[in-house]
């Protein structure tokens, strides 16, 4: 009987990635920055990678709650979760994807900063005509002290509008949400619009609406 040589060999692992966890910096009243570094591939090319979270403590985000996808840069993994309430606790996992199954990093938690100033919902726009559209907003938060005037303020040249633009006042304004309608507006224009309410410490703004009214059709008759 003729016997071949003897050779060992290890086979290479194939596991799910693995992240070291997660940093988080420069928290806001309703964002932060978040940091993960890939520390093992487990033998394949990440497919999907990026960070879950959620509000409470009650169970671990997974992939099926709120989710930032983000691509590997390098060996790791960066972003800025934003709309987020201030004054809230929220947990964070990275996770990662691969041919060989789905893994997540240990959980960070991170509590957004109390609002000084309001903190408003985004502006909805709840009807609209050719001239006009009807809006509504919401004060989540009064910040430090009570609200003593809430509206919108809106702008056709101002991306980014003001009190020192055009400004509806919702008078007897006291807690909840509040609407209005803005009237006389132009065909085919681009209308920037933002929720506003004031408190002793200052002005708090909703993000940026847009809305731009159509032109109507016009019937021809024909005799």
Do not use: W
């Amino acid at each position: 009987m003729v016997r071949g040589e003897v050779r060992s060999f290890t086979t290479s692992s194939s596991n799910a990635p693995v992240f070291q966890t997660p940093v988080v910096s420069d928290t806001t009243v309703s964002s932060f920055h978040i940091t993960a570094t890939l520390l093992d591939d487990g033998g394949s090319e990440l497919m999907l990678s990026g960070f879950c979270y959620g509000e409470g403590s009650e169970k671990l985000p997974t992939f099926m709650d709120q989710v930032k996808n983000i691509e590997l840069s390098g060996n790791s993994i960066s972003a800025t979760i934003t709309g987020l309430y201030p004054n809230t606790t929220y947990q964070i996992r990275a996770y990662g994807a691969s041919k060989n199954g789905l893994a997540y990093s240990d959980l960070v938690t991170v509590t957004t900063q109390t609002a000084v100033v309001p903190f408003l919902a985004n502006v909805e726009c709840t009807d609209s005509t050719y001239h006009s559209v009807t809006i509504t907003s919401d004060v989540l938060e009064t910040g430090s002290a009570t609200v003593t005037e809430a509206g919108f303020c809106y702008s056709s040249s101002n991306t980014v509008p003001t009190l020192s633009d055009e400004v509806i006042t919702i008078n007897g304004y006291s807690s909840g949400s509040f609407e209005t309608t803005i009237e006389d507006l132009n065909f085919n224009t681009t209308y920037y619009i933002r929720a506003y309410a004031k408190n002793s410490y200052g002005t708090g703004y909703s993000e940026v609406f847009t809305y731009t009214p159509a032109q109507p059709e016009v019937a021809y008759l024909i005799d």
